[in-house]
């Protein structure tokens, strides 16, 4: 609890809206905790940026997130972590952050003799945390850079003829191969299930929110912090792309 006494909020960002997925998750597993969510649409897509342009902007925002009396930081955003989760979590020892991977270790255990598609922005698969997770479960993984495609859930652009254009030059190569799950490495991916999953009918597409969500609750529990079952939850919108874009964060709560 903070000093007035109410439950201190978990602050959580992303580059857009992507994050509101991993908020979505956070808000069923969670449901007493205070979350406060900010996207940075002015700055989207963090993909493409470089790793010390994102982790300036990870600083400015968790500082703001911190001025708000948060507890615990969510970097629902995985170019994010990547590229400040490390840093972040030198400067701020005591306090709780919790990043996001791409779904690379689950994806492993189904893996046979086919492949497995990953699916993230370039700025991901460049990073070194990328790096580590395809050295221990890359086996079989092709791993696919996609400039451009968290930009069509940041439009709202969830089911568009532009979409499955994109997504069917994306996959072309791909049809007809044995594939055993697509890994949503972006959360702005988990927005476009619905498209992706027309590609691969059969195949499990695997994010990393819900592990995400479980490992911010054991911290919350290790830190004696979790909200008791008597407290009231809810989520505050903030965005830098003004009330437009907290309009599309508040439907996208609500989409599934």
């Known amino acids: 609890m903070n000093e007035n006494g109410n439950i201190s909020p978990i602050g959580m960002f992303d580059s857009g809206v992507g994050g509101i997925s991993v908020l979505r998750e956070a808000v069923r597993q969670l449901p007493h905790e205070r979350f406060i969510f900010f996207g940075d649409t002015k700055n989207a897509p963090y993909g493409t940026k470089t790793k010390e342009e994102v982790l300036s902007l990870s ?33 701020y020892a005591d306090l709780p952050i919790i990043g996001m991977e791409p779904a690379l270790k689950p994806a492993s255990l189904l893996h046979q003799d086919g492949i497995v ?19 221990l479960y890359g086996e079989g993984v092709v791993s696919m850079p996609c400039k451009g495609l968290m930009e069509f859930a940041e439009r709202g652009e969830l089911d568009s003829e532009a979409l499955h254009d994109y997504l069917k030059d994306l996959f072309l190569p791909y049809q007809g191969k044995k594939v ?23 195949t499990p597409l695997i994010d990393g929110n819900a592990g995400t969500v479980r490992q911010l609750a054991r911290r919350l529990a290790e ?13 505050e919108l903030l965005s830098s792309g003004g009330e437009a874009a907290v309009r599309r964060m508040k439907n996208l709560l609500k989409t599934e």
């Open 180 to 202: 055993e799950a697509v890994v949503l490495g972006c959360t702005h991916y988990v927005f476009l299930k619905k498209a992706i999953q027309r590609f691969f009918p059969e």
């Open 117 to 135: 598609l990953s699916l993230a922005t370039p700025g991901t698969i460049a990073g070194e945390k990328y790096a580590h997770l395809y050295a």
């Open 223 to 235: 830190k004696g912090t979790l909200a008791p079952d008597a407290a009231e939850g809810g989520a």
């Open 59 to 91: 600083r400015r925002i968790v500082e703001m997130l911190l001025g708000k009396g948060c507890k615990a930081i969510v970097i629902a955003c995985n170019t994010a972590t990547s590229a400040a989760a490390a840093t972040l979590r030198a400067e």
